[in-house]
C-alpha cells in the first residue's frame, strides 16, 4: 500500500489514545481502531506512522503489528491465547543442559541458575533442571503457578511477550523480564549462550548469522513494546 496520508495524530479516546492519519482513525487487519493504552505507546506508534515512506513496510513498524496483535488476537480470547504461551513452562530452555563439556556447563549454570532461583522466590515455581534434550516433566505446581503469572497479564503485555517467549524458548526469562528482574541484554546472553558456544568453537556462517540478526530485531521491538506500556 502506498502513503495516502500527510499527518499523523493522537486523540484520546475512550480506553486509551488513538492514531489518527489526516483526522481519520487507523484500524487494524481486523477493523478494529487502533488503540494504544497509554501515551508513550501510542507515540512510538505514532512514530511508526510518520516514519513511513512512499509505501508502507510492515516490517519497518513492528510496534504497531505487536498492537495490532494485542487488539485483533489476544484481547478476543485472551485467556486461550495466555495458556498457549504457558505451554512454553513445560520445556522451558533454562532447564536443558549440556551433558558436557565441563566449560559449557558452568556457563549455563551461571546464567540459567539464577534466573530459576528468581521465578521459584517470585512465583513458588520450581522448575527441575535435566541433562540432554529428553522432555522431562516439570512438577504440576510449578507449570500452574506459571500458567497463573501469564493469565495475569493483558492483551497488550501478552503481545509483547509472546515474541520474546518463543525468541528465547524460555517463559521464566520472559517473565523476568517483564517484571524487570533482568536486563534485556542479560536474558538476550542467556538465551543464546549455546549458540555463542558453537560460534566461538567452529564459526558462524552468512545464513545463522541472518537468522540471528532477525531474531534480535524481533526482540528489541518486543522489549521496546513492553517497556512503553
Same mark, same amino acid.
Given at each position: ?60 513498524? @513492528?510496534? /504497531? +503489528?505487536?498492537?495490532?496483535? =494485542?487488539?485483533?488476537?489476544? !484481547?478476543? $480470547?485472551?485467556? #486461550?491465547? &495466555? ?45 527441575? @533442571?535435566? /541433562? +540432554?534434550?529428553?522432555?522431562? =516433566?516439570?512438577?504440576?505446581? !510449578?507449570? $500452574?503457578?506459571? #500458567?497463573? &503469572? ?60 541472518? $537468522?540471528?540478526? #532477525? ?15
Amino acid at each position: 500500500m502506498r502513503r495516502f496520508w500527510k499527518e499523523v495524530a493522537l486523540v484520546a479516546a475512550d480506553g486509551g489514545h488513538d492514531v489518527q492519519l489526516d483526522g481519520k482513525p487507523v484500524r487494524t487487519p481486523g477493523r478494529a481502531s487502533l488503540t494504544l493504552p497509554n501515551p508513550a505507546l501510542a507515540e512510538a506508534v505514532a512514530e511508526e506512522w510518520r516514519g513511513v515512506g512512499e509505501t508502507i513496510d510492515p516490517r519497518a513498524m @513492528p510496534l /504497531t +503489528g505487536l498492537a495490532n496483535a =494485542a487488539i485483533d488476537r489476544i !484481547a478476543p $480470547a485472551p485467556a #486461550a491465547f &495466555a495458556a498457549g504461551l504457558a505451554k512454553y513452562g513445560e520445556s522451558d530452555l533454562l532447564c536443558y543442559r549440556a551433558e558436557h563439556p565441563l566449560e559449557l556447563q558452568l556457563r549455563q549454570a551461571a546464567s540459567w541458575d539464577p534466573l530459576l532461583g528468581w521465578v521459584q522466590e517470585r512465583y513458588g515455581a520450581g522448575l527441575t @533442571p535435566t /541433562t +540432554g534434550i529428553v522432555h522431562v =516433566a516439570q512438577p504440576p505446581e !510449578a507449570v $500452574a503457578a506459571l #500458567a497463573a &503469572a501469564v493469565a495475569a497479564r493483558s492483551p497488550f503485555e501478552l503481545a509483547g511477550l509472546s515474541p520474546i517467549v518463543t525468541v528465547t524458548g524460555s517463559l521464566v526469562a520472559a517473565l523476568a523480564l517483564i517484571e524487570r528482574a533482568a536486563e534485556p541484554e542479560d536474558i538476550w546472553s542467556a538465551a543464546n549462550l549455546d549458540e555463542d558456544w558453537q560460534v566461538e568453537h567452529w564459526g558462524e556462517d552468512e545464513l545463522a548469522r541472518k $537468522a540471528r540478526d #532477525a531474531r534480535r530485531a524481533d526482540y528489541a521491538a518486543a522489549v521496546r513494546f513492553l517497556q512503553l506500556l
